[in-house]
């Protein structure tokens, strides 16, 4: 970007996305800098600001008036300043105040660190700016950038901003607890938590931010003031006064007339010079007046109360929170005493989501106020907010203890108490407290592990889940890089690449999760983290202050501003539940931390100094102590073991003997220089060693000391040169010191070469140099420079040696240093330079010369230490000309002999033996060598090779070995499978139990200690040898068996699967994935998903309930959806089964066939349920077709007889004066009458059969349903005798209705049971007796009904010769009953054949009979089902030609009767009544004849019993009927029928046409007039109708009817349809009642009747009001 000079700036330092998408005006300034100086940063946070020392820019020229050039602006800038110049849209003024604050000058009257209001010309926009400084790019050290963010604020009324001045004072808020996260929680940066917003009983004004300056800045900014205090003293009057008038205007406007006080000419003269005070004054102040205390205030007591509405109002609706704290010491003023309270807590006001009320103190008073005439007027009340002097003093107090208590902790320990002891003081503002020291483990990548220890707390309960005492944790470290070129400026870590342009507090919210602190997220960041709702966390927690525990808490990390690395200690702070964690709270919590962390950095500092001295001070007092008494405890024993040895090798021994004597005195002399080596390193390091130097020819000391080595080398089969370079000149050396350098030389190199080349070589330049070249196996380069360190052991050595100490060339170095000369090594290793290895070794002293010192024995201590270290090596590699292991062997089977019988070693078991000693291995070899075979290694790799090749029974290893020592041999034989059991046990001279621990846990069976017992180590290594036989074969056994399951488990049909007690699955078959569908390297355990949706989310359930429940077992079956196999499958829980057990094991069959067959039964299901209801189709058509054609020859026939009777009667009847009818027309009339009379029995019985075959479709089907009701008894049985009453008459039968004598005795007249299946098989039964008796001499037929109150006996169904009587009669309701009737005919009788035969379905008895006298066969099977449905049994007795008797029992009770039963005819047979319902057959047909029933009779015949037609009700003259009848024949008898009973009506064909003729009567009926059509009355409708059917159609008049649109029709179904589902069903589609084909006429008349007399109810309670 170019400037308007034509400089080129380049922005690239500037954030510009950043600011783009700020959401305030913002842009950048060019200002000045200090030249000769770098810039000074300071951090606020995550601000960065520079300071600029030069006045003058060469960017923008000298200038009268500083202007620095906008050099960038945002879209939001250039539109509010519509894209003019900066010194176009403010004043010159305020812009020469902007470019000073820009600047950081602080004479501008506003710090640097504040925010600048703006105010635009013309505009009534106000902006509060904030300032950043950022280095130009590249950098300049004469301008910078000064990026400048805002937020907009408004210009306020005067009153409105005392009133916002006042409420940011007091800190409320109704928000969030705490300030939004993207602003500033510092004072000096944006408005805090407790500033953004008012809360309940607050003014409700906007706040401004704290920072800024002007008349809305906070309290603790009043000592920084932008305007002189001249200046600001006359602006503070002027808008006290215009508050004052506005305090006055609001009186004036309040109509006080409407309260309590009266209107304002009222008020006694001394109240506005009240108001005129408090409306003047700076303090809270306010007047209760009246008896309701109404409040009138100034503009400073409004931020306290909801402003403006309680102006004016009772003080009781503004202070009702603390009413009940007020209302006392108000009734005190009332009384005229003044009360006084000092920083009172009052919790009136309300902040949060929740509307907790806020910690408030006040220091107030209450003054009366009296009128002339001593009478109460009011309160004045003045009110001081000290809630920041309260809550400052009790934090100071805190920082202050706090501060004493750090200052004397020396530990760490003290440090965690003391910080408990003092914050657990303050319970206000620290509810509950825990501290977590923080110490690192080890990083790994770019992750830290640190450990996490809880060292003290307060206020939570021991083991509480939130705060467990050790917790492990990775932190992502953290560097300086991270943060980008500007990183040497920063002074935070909280920077990052916006914040670091951008206000805000570094405070990161965090909401809880789970029952754990975001710790992590505290050491990641290195700053507060706030935990906005802790209440989980924290449940159970003792409430320590106010009346419940606190919402939030904040994590705090303990750690320096400036500092990167990870915090030393955490710790949680639980947060005042009644305070906003506004600013002062955040900046109380950031001085704790400060201190805190500068705290523990001393004492931390201060434990690290005191143990390093401790340390140093414990290691040199052991280290002297040890020096001091090693000469002592090592030499003397030694020598004590030395001289004693020698003196027997002197003696006759025999050649064992010898052999492990002399094993014995070389070893202890290698102990001896062992020995000396550690004392002359003593003496080196006590500086107590001095060289006695003589002139020396260097060649020949050299070629002789190299002579001493050649048979070692020689036998090790390595090439050995000495080269001299020959000169004359003499060296200077101490000939012992230079010998055990060169020795040791030589010696080293023997250790680390196992073939080439040894050279020894002397050359002259300024120094004498011996170099001993070698082709060993090297030194790596990361060991190069240690090899010299005293203790370093090299981990490439071939030959042990003189290694146990690692103290030959440090001793080497050390003596070269005496002669002022160095050590030099060079070394290649075959890895790290292309398989060339081999070392030099380089010891060069100065050719000067130096003080002579004359040893009188000097030339007889030469080469005695070069041939020690010759001989030693020696015994690294075995003589092979040396043999002595016969004599060996037979010393040691010798001495063994007495062992040998608890021993079970065989003589094919195997030891390989890994030491690099050759004289530990010869004497282990020894101990074994007669019970086994004894295999030698001299390094684990070598072991490892033989153990591999060829396997042992036992290993016995050195711990400390070349190229690999003893535990890296475990290690690797344990992780290869072909040698993980052999048993392995350690010799070690390493003593204490790490490292006897350490070989077990790797896995060795045994840890020997050097020295040990012989027998000792045959007696273990002979335990472990047998042990690991047996171990090796039951693995053997193991695996085979294991291989066997495996795939018996592999090959099995059946899925088998393996899971852990967690039920996490851990082995699966081949079955178990093909069945589920699973490939072989998917995860098993997603099995559950692969599985239908529903059955998922049970057999979760089901599952978790398995692992947590007692059950066994459970059993569960499933749908695969992957392969769509059904199978089952068992689960069994191992532990449950076995204690020592784990885990489950299930089991998995493919069921999908038995699905299959299940589908199979379903379908077979479905069609049987299909046929049924094919079936119940056929009954309904069937009973619907019979009944039909059936109803109408009955009616036809019936109406033609009732006509031709009329007309016999008439012709028969007439006079001499009428018609004369002749004798064959009055015959030919009779005849006619009796053919009809043969139609209708006709009609009667296809009616019957009709009936039987429904009710044995019912029975089939398990339709048949009973229906108790009340049923009159006598009522009952006449009507059915009625029913037969013609046709007895017809066929000359005697039918007698006959009551026994047990209905009298027990006053029996109702009973509750099903009268229609009660009277089928009565009818039947008379129906079957009436065939069967047509043709007999004598014609009887008697129907007797008895009832007992005991059941009959099981084998009969006969009258109990008691029948159980009760004493009181009549019985009680419910009181069991049994019912018996029997039917005796006079019939020609059944044979035993017939009668076994004749309850059975479709049964006769013989094949005669169908043919003789007709029926179906199902009567009497129907008969026998019903009465076993009523809880009863029938039976037959009958005799050929004696006739037949039918008597059956079925189970019912008594209803009681309200009064005594009064019987109408005496005991006895009596005739009944002809009847019928019109559910039931049919009525008899008038009779030619009328007969007349007396009282008196005791018998009647069937003649007696029929009538005429009855006649018609009474009332129904009037009625308008609609018949819906789709059967022509049916309609037109039905139609004739009604007319003739003196009714109208009219037809419809179906239900259709029925709703065309029903909407036009009720229209023309609402219509009205003299031609209306009437409205139908009743309506009856057939149910199976073309067009339109009945149960269609009464749903449309129903529907009709419950808009309005219809009035109440009446409609009675008339079917066919006899089942009760179908009446069942018509009813509930809205039919009044149901009438079943055929009919009897005069019951449907009396429906009709009664229909009529229900609507006109039913119109009369609709017109009711």
Not at 1139 to 1147: A, D, F, N, Q, R
Not at 1194 to 1214: D, F, G, I, M
Not at 1323 to 1339: G, K, M, P
Request: hydrophobic share 40%; glycine share 6%.
């Amino acid at each position: 970007m170019t400037s308007k000079h034509g400089d080129v700036i380049d922005l690239a330092a500037v954030p510009t996305s950043y600011l783009e998408a700020y959401p305030s005006p913002a842009f950048v300034l060019v200002i000045p800098v200090s030249s000769g100086a770098r810039p000074r940063l300071i951090s606020r946070d995550t601000d960065i600001t520079v300071r600029h020392y030069e006045d003058t820019s060469p960017l923008s020229g000298p200038s009268t008036r500083r202007t620095n050039p906008l050099v960038w602006a945002n879209e939001k800038w250039l539109q509010l300043t519509e894209g003019r110049p900066l010194e176009d849209c403010v004043e010159w003024i305020t812009q020469d105040q902007l470019q000073s604050w820009a600047e950081g000058d602080e004479a501008s009257g506003v710090p640097a660190d504040a925010t600048f209001r703006l105010q635009l010309r013309s505009s009534p926009i106000m902006l509060n700016l904030a300032r950043t400084v950022v280095p130009l790019s590249p950098p300049s050290s004469t301008h910078a950038f000064c990026v400048i963010t805002s937020q907009r604020d408004r210009v306020s009324t005067p009153l409105d901003q005392l009133v916002q001045d006042k409420a940011r004072s007091s800190t409320a808020s109704t928000g969030s607890y705490f300030a939004d996260p993207r602003t500033s929680l510092s004072t000096d940066v944006g408005p805090s938590a407790s500033e953004a917003g008012t809360g309940a009983g607050t003014a409700g004004a906007e706040l401004g931010s704290t920072g800024s300056y002007g008349v809305g800045r906070s309290s603790r900014a009043k000592s920084k003031r932008r305007i002189r205090p001249s200046e600001h003293q006359a602006a503070t009057q002027e808008l006290m006064h215009a508050a004052a008038e506005e305090c006055w205007r609001r009186v004036e406007e309040i109509d006080w007339e409407s309260t309590s006080l009266g209107p304002r000419s009222s008020w006694s003269e001394v109240v506005d010079p009240i108001l005129s005070i408090v409306f003047q004054s700076k303090t809270q102040d306010t007047v209760w007046l009246g008896d309701d205390l109404r409040l009138i205030y100034n503009v400073p007591y409004a931020a306290l109360v909801d402003h403006p509405r309680s102006f004016g109002r009772p003080a009781k609706e503004s202070w009702g929170p603390i009413w009940e704290y007020l209302e006392p010491l108000l009734e005190q003023v009332r009384r005229g005493i003044s009360v006084y309270r000092d920083n009172d807590l009052l919790l009136f006001e309300r902040f949060g989501p929740e509307g907790t009320f806020m910690e408030r103190y006040h220091t107030w008073r209450y003054i009366p106020i009296i009128g002339v005439d001593n009478r109460f007027m009011g309160i004045f009340n003045q009110s001081i907010d000290t809630t920041e002097t309260v809550l400052a003093e009790r934090r100071l107090g805190t920082v202050r203890e706090l501060s004493e208590h750090m200052l004397v902790a020396r530990t760490a320990r003290e440090y965690f108490s003391s910080l408990g002891q003092v914050l657990s003081q303050n319970r206000t503002d620290v509810p509950f407290f825990l501290c977590y020291s923080v110490d690192q483990q080890g990083q790994s990548g770019p992750q830290i592990s640190v450990e996490v220890t809880l060292e003290t707390s307060v206020g939570v309960p021991e083991n509480h889940p939130s705060a467990p005492s050790k917790m492990t944790i990775s932190v992502p470290a953290r560097s300086r890089a991270q943060f980008g070129s500007n990183a040497d400026r920063m002074s935070s870590p909280t920077l990052s690449a916006i914040s670091a342009l951008s206000s805000g507090s570094g405070r990161i919210y965090h909401s809880a999760e789970g029952s754990s602190w975001p710790i992590l997220k505290a050491l990641a960041t290195r700053q507060c983290v706030i935990v906005d709702d802790c209440r989980d966390l924290i449940r159970g927690y003792p409430v320590r202050q106010w009346d419940r525990l606190p919402n939030a808490a904040i994590v705090v990390p303990i750690c320096g501003d400036t500092s990167l690395d990870i915090p030393e200690a955490v710790m949680i702070l639980g947060l005042n539940v009644r305070r906003p964690f506004d600013a002062d709270y955040d900046n109380w919590v950031h001085v704790i931390r400060a201190h805190l962390a500068s705290s523990l950095t001393s004492v931390k500092a201060n434990e690290a100094e005191s143990k390093r001295l401790e340390d140093n001070a414990r290691m040199e007092k052991a280290k002297s102590s040890w020096f001091r008494g090693a000469a002592h405890d090592l030499r003397s024993p030694l020598t004590l073991i030395s001289g004693p040895l020698d003196d027997v090798l002197d003696s006759t021994l025999s050649p064992n003997q010898r052999s492990a004597l002399t094993t014995a005195k070389r070893n202890v002399d290698r102990l001896m220089r062992l020995v000396n080596a550690l004392m002359d390193f003593s003496r080196l390091e006590a500086g107590r060693v001095e060289g006695r130097f003589v002139p020396t020819d260097l060649g020949a000391f050299v070629s002789e000391l190299a002579a001493v080595f050649r048979p070692a080398v020689e036998r090790m089969k390595i090439d050995y040169s000495v080269e001299i370079q020959p000169t004359d000149k003499l060296v200077y050396i101490d000939p012992t010191l230079f010998e055990t350098v060169v020795s040791n030389l030589i010696g080293n190199a023997l250790k680390y070469t196992e073939s080439g080349s040894i050279t020894v070589r002397l050359t002259y330049d300024e120094f004498a140099k011996v170099s001993v070249i070698d082709t060993g196996v090297g030194i790596p380069r990361e060991e190069l420079g240690n090899v010299s360190e005293w203790f370093h052991r090299a981990s490439t050595a071939i030959h042990s040696g003189t290694q146990g100490t690692g103290l030959g060339l440090a001793l080497a170095k050390e003596l070269l240093h005496l002669h002022e000369g160095e050590l030099l090594v060079s070394s290649k290793t075959a890895a790290e330079n292309d398989g060339i290895h081999g070392s030099v070794f380089t010891a060069q002293i100065p050719l000067t010369p130096k003080i002579i010192t004359t040893e009188p024995d000097a030339a007889q201590k030469f080469g005695a230490y070069g041939k020690a270290v010759a001989t030693e090596a020696l015994r690294w590699v075995r003589d092979p000309d040396a043999d002595s292991s016969s004599d060996a062997a037979s010393e040691s089977q010798a001495g063994s002999s007495r062992l040998s019988d608890g021993l079970m070693f065989e003589k094919t078991d195997t030891i390989l033996l890994v030491d690099d000693n050759m004289d530990m291995r010869e004497y282990i070899k020894k101990i074994f060598s007669s019970y086994c075979k004894v295999i030698e290694a001299t390094n684990g790799e070598e072991a490892l090779e033989i153990a591999i090749k060829s396997r042992p029974d036992l290993i016995l290893s050195d711990f400390m070995m070349p190229k690999m020592n003893g535990l890296d041999l475990l290690t690797a034989l344990r992780e290869d499978e072909r040698t993980k059991i052999i048993p392995f046990i350690m010799l070690s001279a390493v003593t204490g139990d790490d490292a006897r621990v350490d070989a077990l846990i790797m896995g060795a069976e045994d840890y020997l200690p050097k020295p040990f017992k012989p027998k000792e180590l045959l007696a273990r290594g002979h335990l472990h040898l047998q042990v690991g036989k047996k171990r090796a074969k039951l693995e053997k056994l193991y695996a085979e068996r294991e291989m066997e399951i495996a795939l018996l488990s592999d090959y099995c049909p059946s899925g088998i699967m393996r899971a852990d007690a967690q039920g996490a699955i851990t082995y699966v078959n081949r079955a178990w994935r093909e069945c589920a569908g699973l490939v072989n390297d998917e995860d098993p355990n997603t099995w559950i998903h692969l599985v239908e949706g529903a059955t998922m989310n049970r057999m979760l359930v089901e599952w978790k309930q398995f692992l947590e429940g007692d059950a066994k077992d459970i059993r569960m079956s499933w749908k695969w959806t992957s392969t769509g196999k059904t199978v089952s499958g068992i689960f069994v829980r191992l532990d449950l089964v076995s204690p020592g057990m784990s885990g489950i094991l299930g089991c998995l069959n493919d069921i999908s066939y038995e699905e299959e067959r299940l589908l199979d039964a379903e379908k077979r299901r479905i069609e049987a349920e299909e046929s049924r209801h094919q079936q119940e189709l056929l009954i309904d058509l069937t009973s619907h077709e019979i009944r039909t054609p059936v109803s109408a020859i009955l009616q036809c026939s019936s109406l033609v007889k009732e006509n031709v009777v009329a007309l016999y009667s008439q012709l028969k009847w007439a006079g001499a004066a009428g018609f004369k009818p002749t004798k064959e027309l009055l015959d030919d009339l009779e005849e006619d009458i009796e053919a009809l009379e043969s139609i209708y029995q006709c009609g009667l019985v296809q009616e019957r059969i009709a009936g039987d075959v429904l009710s044995l479709a019912r029975i089939q089907l398990d339709m048949l349903s009973l229906h108790a009701i009340e049923t009159d008894l006598r009522k009952e049985a006449r009507k059915v005798i009625g029913v037969f009453a013609s046709e007895a008459k017809m066929k000359k039968i005697d039918l007698v209705l006959d009551f026994g004598e047990t209905i009298d005795m027990s006053k029996i007249t109702t009973i509750d049971t099903d009268p229609v299946r009660l009277g089928q098989v009565v009818t039947n039964l008379i129906s079957n007796a009436i065939r069967f008796t047509a043709t007999s001499d004598v014609r009887k037929i008697t129907v007797r009904y008895d009832v007992s109150f005991l059941p009959p006996s099981d084998d009969t169904c006969a009258l109990p010769s008691s029948i159980g009587l009760p004493a009181d009669l009549p019985v009680k309701q419910d009181t069991p009953l049994w019912l018996f009737v029997s039917v005796r005919d006079t019939g020609p009788g059944l044979g035993p054949k017939e009668l076994a035969m004749l309850f059975k379905r479709f049964s006769q008895g013989n094949k005669m009979i169908h043919t003789r006298y007709g029926g179906s066969g199902l009567g009497l099977f129907i008969c026998r089902k019903i009465t076993e449905l009523l809880g009863g049994r029938i039976e037959v007795q009958s005799q050929l030609g004696q006739g037949s008797v039918f008597r059956f029992f079925v189970k019912t009770s008594a209803v009681a009767s309200p009064a005594a039963v009064s019987v109408s005819t005496p005991a006895g047979r009596e005739s009944p009544t002809p009847t019928s319902i019109a559910t039931t057959a049919a009525t008899p047909s008038p009779s030619l004849t009328a007969a007349s029933a007396t009282s008196s009779a005791t018998s009647m015949s069937a003649s007696d019993i029929v009538t005429t037609g009855s006649p018609p009700p009474d009332g129904i003259a009037d009625l308008h009927i609609l018949i819906v009848e789709d059967n022509i024949i049916n309609q037109t008898v039905l139609k004739r029928q009604i007319t003739k009973a003196g009714l109208t009506c009219d037809v419809a064909n179906n239900g259709l046409e029925a709703l065309s003729l029903i909407n036009e009567a009720d229209r023309q009926a609402r219509r009205g007039g003299a031609g209306a059509r009437k409205p139908y009355d009743v309506v009856l409708m057939d149910l199976e109708m073309p067009v339109m059917d009945g149960l269609t159609a009464i749903k449309e008049i129903r529907a009709a009817e419950e808009t309005g649109i219809l009035r109440r029709n009446m409609v009675i179904a008339l079917t066919g349809n006899a089942r009760q589902g179908q009446i069942d069903q018509a009813l509930a589609a809205g039919m009044d009642d149901v009438v079943i084909k055929p009919y009897v006429l005069s019951n449907l008349l009396k429906k009709i009747k009664a229909m009529s007399a229900r609507k006109a109810d039913l119109e009369r309670a609709r017109a009711s009001p």
